[in-house]
């Protein structure tokens, strides 16, 4: 059971502020739900967490299982099991998918110790026919001239095949058509069950994707922190009555 | 203009200040060398009697002393071509510099009698195991004198003449004289007038009429002795219809003071031949190497130069194809890579001087942080020639701010009845594309030697395996080294 403890943080950018005093603790095979307006700093706290070295941290801090990991770069937060699903993955003209992934596994080997193609491989395939992803697809390169829900479902495969203890995706089902986005819930849904069930923060617009992979916590973000946190049936009164009555209740409080 | 007279590359302005690019940067990266008895020593400096000591040393004819002393006055007359090229030719100490160095051994035949040192280097080097094998058709350049050879006598069986430049003059004089230093005149710039006055080493291959040499012939350059220069001669000759591939590799290790590297490759493919030149070197970026290729490509014969420049100070190449004959086909692709304090400056030449010959570039430079990359590119078809087409692609990648690329094409095309393409792109590795492989698990300097593979992916497809594998190596080994 891991535990990725985000608490009280103060994200800038530039001088600019963003996120502003945001706490939450995810727990491992926990599902949260972020939701909340265009521009509230959702993306922010996503890269922030993940280490971006552009989004300076002036206060708060982010604990995995216990400790700091506010001092670590982006790559050995990754190696320690945080996953990032972006919501504009970059593109990589000229790697292939199946390098790329072979280098991200191979990162996190021991030194010295070599992987293991073929076991790969295998995996892959296996990974793939489970997204229902085209064989065809490694061979790409990663994001390279992919459209909008391609990229998001080769971030699913790249999740699966990483195996975090922590996920935040980062609006992974937009632009994913109705059939892809079943997929990708089945996938998420299935890492759920499983003995290693990673911890999930999921940021989305949509009650849809929520349909799918039922959160066990909704939280609304706005300006910067969590202002109301509830089951799945906030999502679902969102989803009826917009963010005004957020806004109300906020600044009234 | 006859075929063979060089044409200069066009002139950029002049840098405004001298450049110590070196100044500054870490430079333990390939920090090696073995201490080595040198049995003749030319000495520092170079003057009439360095020239004649070297080639008393190698008991040469007349006419190659001749030959080497003429050069040696052109050298001394002609002035740095610093009207187009870097100042930073200008630090350049030639008194400091020794010419010749050997150690007198005759080349070694197998690999059990290679000295334990020079196995080492390879070692050093970090030739896989696997890639052991592969050395026993490996004519080391050990400083001047091969050190290594064992495909002579397997290549010899069909006929194939493959020895180091001293041996072939003297003893293919009939076969080597007429072409050696033909295509690219002594006087064709200073660097080959100077290596045309200290050569030593270097590789003549006379493949006869017809016949295909099945495996590439290979040799290995190194510097060993700090102010060394290393003044390789090259010289291949493919006979009517026959085939051979060549492949170089160069590496140098870290001095405090800069070395000179002045190689000239001269290449002939008669009719119908065809001639591949591999090259992927890794010098110490305290080196000034500074080489002259060019071929000469008859009636539908080809040349295809393939040029892997990583590290140096300054590199200036601009491996070129004369293409003399119906028909003939020229190509160089070349891939760059600047790290800091580092400037490639290379490209191409393509001179068409027959109906329907055909030329393709294609030419990507890397630049990091400090790092400097220039595009020279000639491609020249003139007014009364038919048929001819050329294409031209360059593509510069940026990795950082800082980094600085420039692009010459010069690209004349005279008369309508030929076709020239050019395209030419720049890229940027940008901060989020970092981020996103780093937040994959892979470390700064992974994820940047990613992107730079990625780059050049579609052209390292196109070169032999273990070569397209020792390129991702070394380019691995640069960027990790950029980081931190
Ligand atoms: N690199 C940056 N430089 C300057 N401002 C930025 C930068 N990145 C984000 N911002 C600003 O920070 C604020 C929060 O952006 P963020 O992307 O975190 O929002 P979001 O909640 O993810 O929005 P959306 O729902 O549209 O994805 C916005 O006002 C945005 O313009
Ligand atoms: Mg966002």
């Known amino acids: ?253 | 203009m006859s075929a063979l007279t060089y044409t200069p590359p066009p002139a950029p302005a002049a840098d405004s200040a001298t450049e110590n690019p070196v100044v500054g940067i870490d430079q333990t990266k390939g920090d090696f060398s073995y201490n080595m008895d040198y049995e003749f020593d030319a000495g520092t400096g170079l003057s009439e009697k360095t020239v004649r000591y070297i080639s008393s040393v190698k008991k040469e004819a007349p006419w190659i002393l001749e030959f080497r002393l003429n050069a040696l006055k052109k050298f001394l007359s002609m002035p740095m071509p610093t009207h187009w090229a870097t100042k930073d030719l200008e630090n350049i100490n030639f008194d400091k510099i020794r010419y010749y160095l050997s150690q007198g051994q005759k080349p070694k035949r197998t690999w059990d009698e290679v000295p334990d040192d020079i196995k080492k280097t390879f070692e050093r080097l970090g030739i896989p195991e696997q890639e052991r094998k592969f050395l026993s058709g490996v004519e080391a350049q050990f400083d001047s004198e091969a050190a290594y050879s064992n495909i002579k006598e397997l290549v010899a069986k069909q006929g194939v003449i493959f020895a180091n430049s001293t041996e072939a003059l003297r003893e293919h004089p009939e076969i080597f004289r007429k072409f050696f230093g033909k295509v690219i005149p002594t006087g064709d710039n200073k660097f080959s007038a100077l290596n045309s006055a200290v050569f030593s080493g270097g590789s003549f291959i006379y493949v006869p009429k017809g016949v295909k040499v099945a495996q590439p012939l290979q040799a290995y350059f190194r510097i060993n002795a700090e102010n060394f220069g290393q003044f390789e001669r090259t010289l291949i000759i493919a006979d009517e219809g026959s085939e051979v591939v060549y492949m170089e590799g160069c590496t140098a290790p870290k001095f405090s003071t800069s070395t000179l590297h002045s190689a000239v490759v001269e290449l002939v493919a008669l009719k119908g031949a065809k001639i591949q030149y591999i090259t992927v070197q890794n010098w110490a970026n305290n080196v000034f190497n500074l080489v002259t290729k060019r071929g000469v490509a008859h009636e539908e014969a080809e040349i295809k130069w393939i040029d892997c420049n990583i590290g140096s100070r300054l590199t200036m190449k601009y491996p070129g194809v004369v293409l003399k004959g119906r028909k003939a086909r020229g190509e160089v692709l070349s891939i760059a890579l600047a790290n800091d304090g580092q400037h490639q400056d290379t490209g191409a030449k393509m001179i068409h001087a027959a109906d329907e010959t055909t030329s393709n570039i294609i030419a990507k430079s890397i630049s990091v942080g400090q790092g400097r990359s220039t595009y020279r590119g000639v491609v020249h078809i003139p007014k009364h020639l038919k048929g001819c087409k050329n294409n031209t692609e360059c593509d510069a990648l940026l990795i950082n701010s800082n980094s600085r690329t420039d692009t010459y094409p010069a690209i004349t095309v005279r008369g309508d009845q030929n076709a020239t393409q050019h395209e030419a792109s720049v890229s940027k590795v940008n901060e989020e594309m970092i981020f996103y492989m780093q937040q994959r698990g892979l470390t700064e300097g992974q994820a940047m030697s990613l992107a730079v593979n990625g780059f050049i992916n579609d052209l390292a497809r196109q070169f032999p395996m273990e070569y397209s594998v020792e390129l991702k190596r070394l380019i691995d080994l640069e960027m990790e080294g950029s980081v931190g």
Not at chain 1, 19 to 24: E, Y
Not at chain 1, 136 to 157: A, P
Not at chain 1, 163 to 192: H, Q, W, Y
């Open chain 1, 1 to 253: 059971m891991s535990q990725l403890e985000i608490k009280d943080l103060h994200v800038a950018i530039g001088d600019k502020s963003i996120v502003k005093g945001f706490s939450l603790t995810i727990r491992s095979g926990e599902v949260h739900a972020i939701m909340g307006p265009n521009g509230t700093g959702k993306s922010t706290l996503a890269k922030a967490v993940a280490g971006h070295p552009d989004y300076t941290i002036t206060s708060g801090d982010v604990l995995l299982n216990g400790a700091s990991i506010l001092a670590q770069e982006a790559d050995e937060r990754a190696r320690s099991g945080l996953f990032l699903a972006f919501q504009y993955p970059s593109e990589i003209p000229g790697v292939s998918i199946a390098n790329f992934l072979r280098a991200a596994v191979q990162a996190r080997l021991a030194e010295g110790e070599e992987l293991d193609a073929t076991a790969y491989y295998k995996r892959l395939y296996a990974k793939m026919d489970l997204l229902k992803i085209d064989r065809k697809f490694t061979s790409r390169s990663v994001n390279d001239g992919f459209s909008g829900g391609e990229k998001k479902r080769c971030e699913i495969l790249q999740m699966a095949m990483l195996e975090p203890k922590f996920a935040l995706m980062d609006e992974t089902d937009s632009g994913l058509d109705i059939d892809a986005l079943r997929i990708v819930a089945d996938g998420v849904n299935a890492l759920r069950g499983g003995p290693s069930a990673p911890g999930i923060l999921l940021i989305t617009h949509y009650q849809r994707l929520l349909d799918h992979i039922v959160p066990d916590h909704v939280h609304v973000m706005w300006d910067g922190r969590i202002v109301k946190s509830g089951d799945k049936s906030l999502a679902l009164e969102l989803e009826a009555k917009g963010y005004d009555w957020v806004k109300k209740e906020f600044a009234a409080a």
